[in-house]
Each structure stands twice: as C-alpha cells, then as structure tokens.
C-alpha cells in the first residue's frame, strides 16, 4: 500500500483567498456598526402597547399573530407596539405592558 501525499496548500492560494476575507470581515463591521447605532439612538424609547395603526407596529406582535414591523393589520391591537419617547406612553393612551384585545381608549 501506498501513502498518498497531500499537497500543502501553496502561498499563492492562499493570499488569492485574502481579498475575500477582508471583504467579509468589512461587512461583518458594517453591519455590527449599523445595529449598534439605532439601539443607542433608541435608549430613550420605549415600546408602547396598544397604540398603532394598521402597519404601523414596531415588530412582532406580543402572542406571535405576526412577526415583523409593519404587519400589523388591527388598529389598536394590545398585542402589538410602537416606540415612542420614553415617559409618553400614557400620553398616548397606550400600555407599557401587552394586552388582550383592542385599546378601547384610543379612538379613530
């Protein structure tokens, strides 16, 4: 029986896979940069439940009827939430907290 050798990988392959790896690791950054930057802008906001329209919820509704921003299709839906500056919340009429069914103090 015979060994095989397996050849070692040379440099020239090696440095062709470079560029690639750099570009990877580029967009690996920008894409933890872009995540980073909307949660400290959002610092100041809270979820507010109760309070949005039809496609204007902030993301996955509370029970898991959706789970995306802007799916919603009930206006006022306790399950469902929207940011809002941090303190306005009842302002707005709307929970700090999910609940059932539709927000029967908002109106229109």
């Keep these: 029986m015979t060994a095989t050798k397996t050849p070692a990988k040379t440099p020239a392959k090696t440095l062709a896979l470079l560029p690639i790896a750099g570009a990877l690791a580029g967009a690996l ?6 995540m980073a930057g909307p ?4 610092s100041n906001m809270e ?9 204007e919820n902030g993301c ?5 009827l959706h789970s995306c921003a802007g799916n919603s299709n009930l206006t006022f839906d306790g399950g469902d939430w929207k940011l809002v500056k941090a303190g306005t ?3 707005e009429m709307g929970s700090l ?3 059932d069914g539709a927000n029967t103090k908002k109106k229109g």
């Design 47 to 55: 979820k507010c439940y109760g309070i949005s329209k039809p496609g």
């Design 97 to 99: 907290k999910p609940f």
């Design 39 to 42: 949660a400290a802008a959002q």
């Design 89 to 91: 919340c009842a302002e």
């Design 60 to 64: 996955a509704h509370a029970k898991g």
């Design 29 to 34: 950054t920008g894409a933890l940069t872009l």
